[in-house]
């Protein structure tokens, strides 16, 4: 078993529990080829690091430690970094997985654990959206949102999209300020589909595809084809800490 540790700011907190980990876990250090990721921060670094490591997620657990303001990914504090280390150190751990998006363009291709956007901040943009092939209808407005229920909780959670329990598979698909009047219908309501559905949307003046953090050019004609991967990422639970309680601690 092989381990690493990411991290993203430099402050004393962070360095300290960095340092800790280090001096305390028996596993060999690897940051290229790990076994488990023990990332201190944020869900968003808990993000970024799904993202470098998505080559080989199949093998990797995640730990998160949490220094951040949001939680929904990371398990442990720096309080109980005596139970991440023996948890490790001893093998013993409950695993909890996560579906990721999985989704691909003219140009690119890529997975992400919250959300992809197709937006046009500038221009109203016109979609077609397509469900298993069948045309399904068209939006025009600033964009669209698709997440996975991890995802739920994030940017299509501000869309006044679904709230969606983490342990379901489904896809949501939001609709980013959109046009709705005798001239242009859409639904206008967040749809959410299993997982056996695919989606693809085609479109003419998207500028850009927003995938989690990270952010690619569309081209003047392209489409995006999505589905639930089958990739999934695991992580290493601390307690029975349920789906409600995470979002009462979060929200209310």
């Known amino acids: 078993m092989k381990y690493a540790i990411y991290f993203r700011k430099q402050d004393e907190v962070t360095l300290g529990i960095v340092d800790e980990i280090n001096k305390r876990i028996k596993l060999e250090y690897d940051e290229t080829n790990p076994d488990i990721v023990i990332t201190v921060g944020g ?61 691909k363009t003219n140009k690119y291709s890529g997975y992400a654990i919250n959300e992809i956007t197709i937006i046009n901040p500038t221009a109203t943009q016109i979609v077609d959206v397509f469900i298993d092939n069948d045309k399904f209808e068209t939006v025009r407005g600033t964009g669209l949102c698709i997440s996975t229920p991890n995802g739920s909780t994030a940017f299509n959670k501000s869309l006044d999209g679904p709230v969606v329990d983490h342990s379901l598979e489904c896809i949501i698909l939001s609709e980013i300020a959109s046009l709705n009047s005798n001239a242009y219908r859409s639904l206008n309501s967040p749809l959410v589909l299993s997982t056996n559905h695919r989606l693809e949307l085609k479109f003419s003046n998207a500028n850009f595809l927003t995938s989690d953090h990270l952010k690619f050019e569309l081209d003047g004609n392209d489409f995006v084809k999505c589905i639930l991967s089958k990739k999934k990422v695991k992580f290493g639970k601390r307690d029975n800490t349920v789906f409600i309680d995470r979002i009462k601690k979060a929200f209310l």
């Open 43 to 103: 869900d968003g670094t808990i993000i970024r690091a799904v993202n470098k490591y998505i080559d080989i997620i199949e093998k990797v657990t995640f730990f998160g430690v949490k220094t951040g303001h949001l939680g929904f990914y990371t398990n442990f504090t720096k309080d109980s970094l005596n139970e991440l280390i023996e948890k490790i150190n001893d093998n013993i751990f409950d695993i909890e997985t996560h579906s990721l998006l999985e989704w």
